[in-house]
Each structure stands twice: as C-alpha cells, then as structure tokens.
C-alpha cells in the first residue's frame, strides 16, 4: 500500500478568490477620497470609522464597475442582490464587521478564457469558470513597530470586487497567466488600476492535490493575501511539491490557513480556518437591497468594451491577418483602429496591415507622435497601397508618397500626379532605358551571357536607377532578358 501511494500520480487544483480595488472618485458608502498615498487617518470620516449612528449611501459607480466586471467576465446578473455583515473583530476593522455580499451577488456563474498552453488549457486557450465577482468594502490597514501597532483607516470603506474561481487552475504557470489576464482585462476596462505596487490587487490562493483521476476535492490550503502575481507563482510552486510529498508519506492533509514567506520561500500554517458561520453573517440593515432594472442593465452593457483576446480572434477572422499582426493590434488599440477604418475604406487588409505594424509605427515612434497626431486619414492610407496593388507606383515610389502624405495630408493619387511618379509601364521608354543600362555596364552584361542568371539584377538596377524609381521592374527585368539573350 504504502508502495503504491508513492509510486501515485497527483494532480494539483486551485482556486482564486482575488480582490481588486475600483477605481472611484469615493469610498464605497461615503464621501472620502479613493486616494493612494495620503497621511494615515486623513481620508475619514464618521461612516467609513463606523461611528454608531452613520448612515451608508451605496456608491453608483462601484455598482457599475461591478456589474460591468460581471458582464466582461460572462455572469449572470440577477435582479436582486444585497448586502451582509460579516461579523468579526480585529483591529483593522473599527466597526466590527466587513459590508460584503454573502449569499445574493451582484454577479454570478460566468467564465474567463485566456491564453496559455500546457494542463488545462486547449489550443493555446484555457477557460476557467467565474462562481461569482461581489462587493465589499476594504478594511484599514495595521502596521507593526517596534514596540506598538498602528492603524490606517483610509483605506477603510474603499470598494473592493472580490472575484472568486471555480478550483479549475492545474498549475502555478496557469494561475499566473490566469491573474495577469484577469488584471488586465480589469485595467483595459477601467474597472481598477490594478497597481500591485498599490497593493490594487490581493489575492487568497486556494490549493489542494488529488490522485490523477479522482473527481472529489483534496483537503484545501488557504496562502492568504498574496500581493504579487510572482509570490503566487513561488508560493504555489513550494506548496504543490510539499502537499504532494506529505500524501506519498502516508500523511493525511487537513485543510488549513498558511502564509507564504517570500523571503525563505516557504508556507507556513497560519491558523485553522474559520468556519462560515463563524463570522455570522446577516443582511446589512442600512442599505437597500441591489435591484438593477432592465433599462440600467442595458446601458452597462453598451459600455462592456471588446474583449482583447475576441479582438484578436476577430481580426484574424474577418481581415485573415496572421496571429501575429493580430496580436500586434489586441495590443495597440489605436492603430488597430486606424487599419480597421482604412479597411474599410477600401482597402486590401495585410498590405495595409504592413504599413501600419512597419512603416506607420517607424514614423510614429521617430517623431514621438501619436495617432491623433495624424494628418492623414486611413482613407488615404487604403488609396496608398491600392496605387502599390494596382502597379500605378512601385514600392519604394510608394514609401517617397507616404512622406509627402505623412508632412502634408495630400491624398496620394494627387501626390503621384503632382510630382509626375507613375510607374513607367510603356515598353519602348523601358526598352531604351535598358539598352543605356547594357552599354553602361559590359561586366554584368558578360556574366549573364556566362549563365550568370543573378547578374541581371545588377542592369535591372540600373534602369531602375535610370527611370529614377518610375520603371515597372517586373517589364525591365523581361525586356532585359530579351534583349541579352536577342544580341
Ligand atoms: P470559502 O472561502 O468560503 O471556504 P470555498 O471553499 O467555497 O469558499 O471557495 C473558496 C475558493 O477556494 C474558491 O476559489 C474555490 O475555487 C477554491 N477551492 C474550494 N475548494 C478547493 C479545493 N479543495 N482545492 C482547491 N481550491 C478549492
Ligand atoms: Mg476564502
Ligand atoms: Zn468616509
């Protein structure tokens, strides 16, 4: 037996519960400062210290950003939602108890998809089911000196989403990639700035292992309050090792609360964790129940932004970009933009894709300007390269139009008319500018007559030398070959 269970295979599980602080002018219940950095106990006041008494006003913003985190995370949204004290005592609480949401969210049973690859993820994609994103307040914040404590309550009151996964995560690289999408997803939205350096996002890491193939949950290991993503990542890769050796030992798991150490790199117990009812929780009587109507549920979800990795998705389906121009515009949503217009307009979608990920970006960055800075439309952009498709103006004709458009916004078929640089395509011009290219360079000319095919590109060059860019290379190179081979 014991030879057995050493000789198992274990798989690890994890779940998140990951609170991110939003981003309001205000507190959750009153009028204080959502603000970072100020003197401690400055941001205060009678209903965020919980003075008997002080009545909470719910903050709309945060129900918005709560709902609009909900709908970028695919949850339902009831119609009813409210909120509960969870009672406890501890310093950083001068109230006693913590405004959440216990058994009514604001949102529910959604899902996330994100990029990575390896267990649990498929083609590169890795869902992970939502059970639930509510809010609740923030408490103050202790700091321990040398001989006494302090507490800093501006933080106190500040509203907190705290989203929590199903235990779906199969490793400690998942779950980073996991927390950097979540993140992300929340800052492109302006949900929250989710600064860790801020301390924006904190995070309790839940973390069992089971026998390859078993459906039942293991006995679960609660890091509390992880406040970096690489902390998780070390955290997690020292904690699934140890469960597992402790299993192959024979030992049994009990489900515990640790902390991780980030300086020696280990967990270490904390205290067991507390049952639910321990914190006995009630509807909060000060404030209202949640109920959005189906007018308000409509304009939040008008405001619900593309997600970044649908926006990739979608520009290599409906434009057939390769994944890594698309990837390019999920992450330059400005220039995304600017092609999907210049598109559009007309144009044929990868050359157009070249110019902005090569040449557009070049300029942009030489010149430190932005594309609000443009004097050109995507619309010209789009006649640009149909001049180039069409062979009106050869490629290196196209980049001298693209300056002149670049300084002036002149449209480009007025450029090329202007300065006279249309594609020479009349075979006899050509023809002669060959036979001045054969009698001005008699080593090329021998070389090829040698079988030396490459040789052509240097008299080709030449013409195009000769026709100062205009001649249509692809009729020089044929009208050389002619005339080489004829004499
Ligand atoms: P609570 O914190 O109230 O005890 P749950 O245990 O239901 O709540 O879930 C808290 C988090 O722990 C969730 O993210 C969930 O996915 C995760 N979780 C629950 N059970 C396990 C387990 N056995 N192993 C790993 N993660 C788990
Ligand atoms: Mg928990
Ligand atoms: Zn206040």
Redesign the pocket.
């Known amino acids: 037996m014991a030879y057995l269970k050493g000789a198992m295979e274990y798989e690890p599980v994890i779940g998140l519960?990951t609170h991110v602080q939003l981003k309001t002018r205000t507190k959750m219940w009153c009028g204080c400062a959502n603000v970072y950095g100020a003197p401690p106990n400055t941001q205060v006041c009678p209903v965020c210290l919980g003075f008997p008494g002080a009545l909470p006003v719910a903050n709309e913003e945060a129900l918005r950003l709560t709902v609009l985190t909900g709908l970028l995370l695919h949850c339902e949204i009831p119609r009813f939602a409210k909120f509960d004290r969870k009672n406890y005592f501890y310093p950083d609480s001068s109230k006693n108890y913590q405004v959440t949401q216990y058994d009514r969210p604001s949102t529910r049973e959604g899902w996330m998809e994100f990029e990575f690859d390896g267990e649990g993820a498929a083609d590169g994609i890795a869902r992970v089911r939502i059970t639930r994103a509510h809010l609740e307040e923030d408490v103050g914040k202790s700091t321990h000196f040398d001989r006494h404590s302090g507490v800093d309550f501006n933080r106190a009151g500040v509203p907190l989403l705290e989203i929590v996964s199903e235990p779906e995560l199969r490793s400690a690289e998942m779950t980073y990639a996991y927390l950097k999408t979540l993140t992300q997803l929340l800052a492109h939205a302006g949900v929250s700035d989710c600064d860790l350096e801020k301390g924006m996002v904190r995070c309790?890491v839940?973390v069992s292992v089971r026998p390859k193939g078993e459906t039942r949950l293991g006995a679960k290991i609660?890091i509390k309050n992880m406040n970096s993503f690489s902390g998780v990542r070390r955290a997690l890769e020292y904690e699934i090792p140890r469960q597992i050796a402790a299993l192959r030992r024979g030992e049994t798991l009990r489900q515990e609360t640790r902390r991780w150490d980030d300086d020696s790199g280990i967990t270490e117990p904390m205290r067991t964790?507390e049952d639910a009812h321990d914190y006995r929780y009630f509807p909060e009587p000060d404030l209202m129940p949640f109920a959005p109507t189906e007018s308000w549920l409509e304009e939040m979800r008008a405001r619900v932004p593309e997600l970044p990795l649908d926006r990739k998705r979608r520009f290599v389906r409906d434009y057939g970009l390769p994944e890594g121009d698309a990837e390019f515009f999920r992450h330059h949503v400005e220039l995304g933009n600017f092609f999907e217009q210049a598109v559009k307009a007309g144009g044929a979608s990868k050359p157009l894709a070249n110019w902005v990920i090569n040449t557009l970006v070049a300029s942009l960055s030489a010149q430190a300007k932005t594309v609000a800075d443009l004097r050109f439309t995507p619309g010209q952009l789009a006649e640009l390269t149909e001049l180039t498709a069409s062979g009106r103006i050869s490629s290196k004709i196209a980049q001298e139009v693209y300056t002149v458009m670049w300084d002036s916004g002149e449209a480009p078929n007025s450029i090329v008319a202007r300065l006279g640089l249309a594609q020479v395509s009349d075979a006899g011009a050509i023809e002669e500018l060959c036979r001045q290219a054969i009698a001005a360079l008699p080593g090329p000319v021998d070389d090829f007559r040698k079988g030396k095919v490459a040789a052509l590109n240097s008299l080709k060059g030449q013409v195009m030398k000769l026709s100062k860019g205009k001649a249509n290379p692809q009729l020089a190179g044929e009208l050389l070959e002619k005339l080489l081979r004829a004499g």
Do not use: F, H, L, R
């Open positions: 519960e309790d839940n609660e964790k």
